[in-house]
Nanobody
């Protein structure tokens, strides 16, 4: 099992920045890809960014390209999401997720482990 714990959410004004963290523990060697999803009220959970746990390949949703940056600190078993130029439409619960699949997983069902989520609210 892999345990994921997110932190760093909060309330920020439009144009501001937040940095989310996701601490991984347990059988982290089972993780091949790790990423961030978000879910706004009344909407489906969507992929925001993902990367290989070992390696440099990254993936970003079109809606966040150029504004969000995914990164990790392997020594700390921690994943990050730096969010800049935030918009009200970025408001959602953000989830960290890990997958053991060898191919880039983009749908929620392809991920095996999930954190509890952290709320990000962007005011206009």
């Amino acid at each position: 099992q892999v345990q994921l714990v997110e932190s760093g959410g909060g309330l920020v004004q439009a144009g501001g920045s937040l940095k989310l963290s996701c601490a991984a523990s347990g059988r982290t060697f089972n993780m091949y890809y790790i990423g961030w999803f978000r879910q706004a009220p009344g909407k489906e959970r969507e992929s925001v960014a993902a990367m290989r746990w070992i390696g440099i390949s990254t993936y970003y949703a079109d809606s966040v390209k150029g504004r969000f940056t995914i990164s990790r600190d392997s020594a700390k078993n921690t994943l990050y999401l730096q969010m800049n130029s935030l918009k009200p439409e970025d408001t959602a619960v953000y989830y960290c997720a890990a997958a053991s699949t060898l191919n880039l997983p983009q749908r929620p069902g392809e991920y095996d482990y999930w954190g509890q989520g952290t709320q990000v609210t962007v005011s206009s």
